[in-house]
């Protein structure tokens, strides 16, 4: 099997609150299908999730009550999200089933502590894809937190074993000093840049997905490909060779 990540930035205009990019997820969920291959797929809340989890500055934890609303508000957004990601998978012919971590997840100081992946497997094993994404989460230390999807695909990682993991981002590669590279090991990511953008991102950078994916690959094959070239998803999960970072 193979795990799939959806990058918020590929499936949504992140800049914009719920803008939902269509063509683009009907045209990677055709090249998933297309490929034959069994798959997990995590996707991220784009700019469902980012730009209200950080006006009520949901990765701090609980601070105030009047974060509450702002539970709600960005759990409710990031399942009207995935719901339209269902969609384009049931559209081209597969059959996902969604397992929202608000239900399923419990952290730690930011960090998975339980997650009940029995439901994953048990979906797995009956044949759906099993669907999850970034989300509002409980956190034991904190009250809630942020979930990335990038954290997800650690933990589905472990029990999976899967052949490979494949990160869809909306550039080709990853960059140190504005040149591509084919490869990051743990020698050269204290090189990648910590690049301070306008767009909201509350649950890190590249840099944080390469540091997320090098823990990864103690447990499979990671690259990160660019989703908004046609065809690279479906080429890179039928196993040919595809411009993009390999991690690990
Ligand atoms: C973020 O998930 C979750 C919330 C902001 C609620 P991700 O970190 O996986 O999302 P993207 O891929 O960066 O959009």
Redesign the pocket.
Known sequence: MMLV?L???VI?D?TKKYIFREKTMRRLAEEIRKSGEKVVV?????SF??IL?KKYR?DKGFIHERQVKGVAV?QRD?KNLNLKVVNCLIDAGMNPVSIPPSSVVECRNKKIEKINLDVFKKYFNLGLTPVT????ALDRKLGFC?????L?MLELARVFKPEKAVFVVDVDSVYINGKMVEKVDRKIIQNLERKKTKIP????SMHEKVKIGLEMSKFTKIMIINGNVKGRLGDALKGRKVVGTVVG
Not at 42 to 46: E, P, Q
Not at 201 to 204: E, K, L, Y
Request: a negative charge; aromatic letters at 4%; charged letters at 15%.
């Open positions: 990540k990058g918020g930035s949504t992140k995590v996707h991220g809340a784009g999730g980012h989890a949901l960005v990031v994404f970034g989300d509002v942020i979930v990335s999807g990038d997800l991102d509350v649950t890190g």
